[in-house]
């Protein structure tokens, strides 16, 4: 399906629940995957402070992101405050270059938090100054797929086009990985994560005839793909 695919987040954990076991699946396939969190995901913790929260997130991110075999990094913005604008958008669309991805995943458009919208827009739109032949240390490059995950929080209008078959392997390296978070493990405001997921990905199976599998809206168009050198 993919030999590199960049994986793009609001916060910390947010691609790691819902991208994680296809990043883990297609790593053991041979692909390179990169996890980007735009902010830290720091204000997600009731009863730790923000500065001790953001240190915590870092360790889990790049902790889970080695988990699968996938690099790990995140921007410096703050969690609740990720802005939709070209500085945010020149800045994944450097990361694009540098890592040349055949594929994007990143929210779904509409979500019940306005990060995770910005970041599915600043996805769409660093994809296209990724393309744009611009002053720039690194040659241009073209994303042919752009696909988006299922998430529970980004469910509005949400519609499923593109089922990836999770093997045992990919399902056990994201479990054990994925439980090294501790909003996923529910220690933050109590939301059974893993096991939402882990039953998505059974009932998503159940769909696709497969024992698990994810769910992704793929949009792409050949069309959203700049010719030329
Ligand atoms: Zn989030």
Not at 10 to 25: C, E, F, N, R
Not at 210 to 221: G, I, V
Request: net charge negative; glycine share 8%; aromatic share 10%.
């Amino acid at each position: 399906m993919s030999k590199s695919v960049l994986a793009i987040g609001g916060h910390i954990g947010d691609m790691d629940l819902t991208a994680g076991p296809t990043l883990a699946k297609l790593v053991l396939e041979g692909a390179s995957a990169t996890i980007v969190a735009l902010t830290y995901g720091e204000r997600g913790h009731p009863r730790v402070s923000p500065e001790e929260y953001k240190v915590q997130k870092i360790a889990e991110g790049a902790a889970f992101a080695a988990g699968i075999g996938a690099d790990f990094r995140v921007l410096d913005y703050s969690d609740g405050f990720l802005p939709d604008n070209d500085e945010a958008a020149m800045q994944v669309a450097s990361i694009i270059r540098e890592t040349t991805p055949d594929t994007i995943i990143t929210h779904w458009k509409r979500s019940i938090h306005r990060d995770h919208e910005h970041a599915a827009r600043i996805a769409e739109r660093g994809r296209f100054l990724a393309s744009l032949p611009i002053d720039h240390e690194l040659p241009r490059h073209s994303v042919q797929r752009f696909l988006y995950a299922e998430n529970w929080e980004d469910a509005e209008g949400f519609e499923p086009s593109l089922y990836v078959t999770i093997p045992d392997e990919g399902f056990e390296l994201w479990a054990k990985a994925i439980q090294g978070q501790a909003f996923a493990r529910g220690e933050t405001y109590g939301f059974r994560y893993i096991d939402y997921y882990t039953a998505l990905m059974t009932m998503r199976g159940c769909l696709a005839g497969q024992k698990r599998a994810c769910a992704f809206a793929d949009t792409s168009s050949p069309a959203t793909v700049l010719a030329g050198p």
